[in-house]
């Protein structure tokens, strides 16, 4: 091993001719795809200075693409010139690890990801240094800063770090971090020509294909609200088959025919497949000028309180996290969930165009009960949830009524609503310990 002044030294020289050569950061926290200054200005813009290493946890933003494989064997090569030992090494991995290789779907989209791979106390209970990988994905107008709005007592991603497991959450397409794209540029249409479908077939294998690749490990899913739909959607068809180790669904949503909000149904008559050209865009930001005025109207309509979703979920919480866009086509698809009363692919509104993009005249249906009956599978809703009413997780439970006894576990909670499972003052007693356990019974 090098002498403590000449290893300092060498690290440093070893950095730096990585380092000075730019290394083609691309876009960009908000705005279009384009130069960036570097990997310096996403780290301080994003989820993971704003939220997490405040709290002395580690933390990787995985948005920035290092400039080839061949600097970084360069470089990794002048390590290992200079001998250094294990611990060093794993320094120098970890270094490198932020600034790693984009998460980029089959269809152009580039998405932001975090990943806390350890717990504020080194080391952890869910086994040892190959800790088990969590992907934790959130749901509709909302992104990965969710589940970190509490404190880290309180939230779901530092707890698991905590426990020991080495936790990766995931942003959707559209939202403030994953707003790039290889050709197109949010401030086109067909950059939204997109619904929960394409979250199924891209956006989920795209991240379940990077952790799979960064960690060499099945992975444990946690999906709360539209993240339980897609899951189930995506599972039903064969999809992460190999790289799912089990799944915990939290406020799931699939059949939404009981919705009991005002303002769910009022949105989902709303949403018809014209909404787009009434409004001219096919972004839905709740921010945007049109969609608010939108919303104030559907806020205006008789027996409409357009604080019923928000029960547990305080103003000011929900302001410091803003509402996050998603696309308008998103939200008409859900609305014809909520209205057709089957989870089944987007409804062009014509027999002719559903023709053209399925090869039939209606929408193939996402049959849940494919998911393949040996996968372990945890459930908690609650009973005071405006959105995944009970009567609909019952229609859920039932499309799972062959899947093995002893792989499926469900948690009714009488007094929870759908923001308490991210947000719950007492969701680490009540939900987050029931995961915990859960997770480190799968073998």
């Known amino acids: 091993m090098a002498p403590p002044g000449l290893l300092s030294l060498a690290v440093f020289l070893c950095l730096l001719v990585f380092l000075v050569e730019p290394h083609s950061a691309y876009g960009s926290s908000r705005g279009s795809f384009g130069r960036h200054n570097g990997a310096a ?17 580690k933390c990787q933003e995985h948005e920035v693409r290092a400039s080839n494989n061949k600097r970084l064997t360069q470089t990794f090569w002048c390590y290992f010139e200079h001998g250094f030992d294990r611990e060093v090494a794993n320094e120098i991995n970890w270094l490198f690890a932020l600034i790693n290789f984009q998460v980029k779907t089959q269809d152009g989209y580039i998405l932001n990801m975090q990943r806390i791979p350890q717990g504020r106390v080194v080391g952890g209970s869910a086994g040892g240094n190959k800790k088990q990988p969590i992907l934790i994905q959130h749901g509709v107008l909302v992104d990965g800063m969710t589940w970190l709005l509490n404190s880290p007592e309180q939230n779901l991603p530092m707890i698991l770090a905590d426990k020991g497991f080495d936790v990766w959450i ?56 539209l993240g339980t739909l897609i899951g189930l959607a995506s599972f039903s068809e064969g999809h992460q088959a190999d790289k799912l180790k089990s ?62 979703l928000l029960s547990s979920l305080t103003v000011e919480l929900f302001i410091k996290n803003e509402p996050q866009p998603t696309s308008t086509k998103n939200m008409v698809h859900l609305a014809q969930t909520v209205r057709d009363g089957v989870i089944a692919k987007y409804n062009y509104g014509r027999p002719d165009y559903n023709l053209m993009h399925y090869g039939e005249s209606k929408p193939p249906i996402y049959n849940i009960s494919n998911i393949p009956h040996d996968l372990p599978i945890f459930i908690s809703y609650g009973g005071k949830d405006a959105l995944s009413d009970v009567r609909d997780v019952q229609l859920l439970l039932d499309s799972l009524k062959f899947h093995d006894v002893d792989k499926l576990m469900i948690q009714y909670i009488k007094d929870y609503a759908h923001a308490d499972f991210i947000m719950g003052i007492n969701a680490n007693d009540i939900v987050y310990n029931q995961i915990v356990q859960f997770f480190k019974n799968q073998k």
């Open 41 to 57: 200005a996403s780290a301080v813009n994003g989820i993971c200075a704003t939220s997490v290493t405040i709290y002395g946890y």
């Open 170 to 225: 995931a942003n959707t397409r559209g939202t403030r971090f994953s707003r790039k794209h290889v050709s197109l540029d949010p401030g086109q249409l067909e950059f939204w020509n997109w619904s929960w479908d394409e979250l199924v077939s891209y956006d989920l294998p795209a991240v379940f294909d990077f952790v799979f690749s960064q960690t060499g490990q099945k992975i444990h899913y946690i999906g709360h609200s």
């Open 247 to 308: 799944a915990a669904f939290l406020s799931p949503i699939a059949y939404l025919s009981h919705m009991n909000t005002a303002l769910g149904m009022v949105s989902a008559k709303a949403f018809v497949g014209e909404i787009t050209k009434l409004f001219g865009v096919a972004e839905f930001n709740p921010k945007g000028q049109k969609v608010s005025i939108f919303l104030k109207s559907l806020c205006n309509y008789p027996g409409v309180d357009c604080y019923d």
